[in-house]
T-cell receptor
Framework: GENVEQHPSTLSVQEGDSAVIKCTYS??????FPWYKQELGKRPQLIID?????GEKKDQRIAVTLNKTAKHFSLHITETQPEDSAVYFC???????????FGSGTRLSIRP | DGGITQSPKYLFRKEGQNVTLSCEQN?????MYWYRQDPGQGLRLIYY???????QKGDIAEGYSVSREKKESFPLTVTSAQKNPTAFYLC?????????????FGPGTRLTVL
């Protein structure tokens, strides 16, 4: 079945530095790639998504890139702040299947 | 945070008992989902439903059952056949029956088997 692998599982960066989380997917038919953020004790929430017809999308300090040929996509957070500390999940979907396959998550910690 | 609710927040169960977790949404969403969250394993899909009176198994459906009698409600029953039910359970909903729509999550239910 479809699989999404996410790395690293934990990431610690100095406040103000950048953080990068990488994911690979197995099903070449996947065409929708959302990223969710789950703060401690809270529910996951969508922070950014990208569809297969674009290679990059930005929203203020966060950006996502997609390489369809290599079947991988990445989340980039610049100028990290304490409130960026959370678990981040990548996911992939084929759209019509109504299923989203999640990665195993990355716990991001921002050091003061 | 409103729109999709789960109850109870914490649930304790004795071995051999069935328990039912509630999930309700007032977002008029067609699709609803149940996930199990374990440390280091991300979100694993248990069941999902695209429309009323229809649902499909996810990746880890064994030991679980669901119903979708109303658009607003998608309860999950954890049966005694589920070998390791202690986990955090998340319900979600999305607008359409396509997987490329944002999923809105409930606050979760933490189930502990005593």
């Amino acid at each position: 079945g479809e699989n999404v692998e996410q790395h690293p599982s934990t990431l610690s960066v100095q406040e103000g530095d950048s953080a990068v989380i990488k994911c690979t997917y197995s099903d070449s038919a996947s065409n929708y790639f959302p990223w969710y953020k789950q703060e401690l004790g809270k529910r996951p929430q969508l922070i950014i998504d990208i569809r297969s017809n674009v290679g990059e999308k930005k929203d203020q300090r966060i950006a996502v890139t997609l390489n369809k040929t290599a079947k991988h996509f990445s989340l980039h957070i610049t100028e990290t702040q304490p409130e960026d500390s959370a678990v981040y999940f990548c996911a992939a979907s084929k759209g019509s299947a109504s299923k989203i396959i999640f990665g195993s998550g990355t716990r991001l910690s921002i050091r003061p | 945070d409103g729109g999709i609710t789960q109850s109870p927040k914490y649930l304790f169960r004795k071995e051999g008992q069935n328990v039912t977790l509630s999930c309700e949404q007032n977002l008029n969403h067609d699709a609803m989902y149940w996930y199990r969250q374990d440390p280091g394993q991300g979100l694993r899909l248990i069941y999902y439903s695209q429309i009323v009176n229809d649902f499909q198994k996810g990746d880890i459906a064994e030991g679980y059952s669901v119903s979708r009698e109303k658009k607003e409600s998608f309860p999950l029953t954890v049966t005694s056949a589920q070998k390791n039910p202690t986990a955090f359970y998340l319900c979600a909903s999305s607008i359409g029956d396509r997987g490329n729509n944002e999923q809105f999550f409930g606050p979760g239910t933490r189930l502990t088997v005593l």
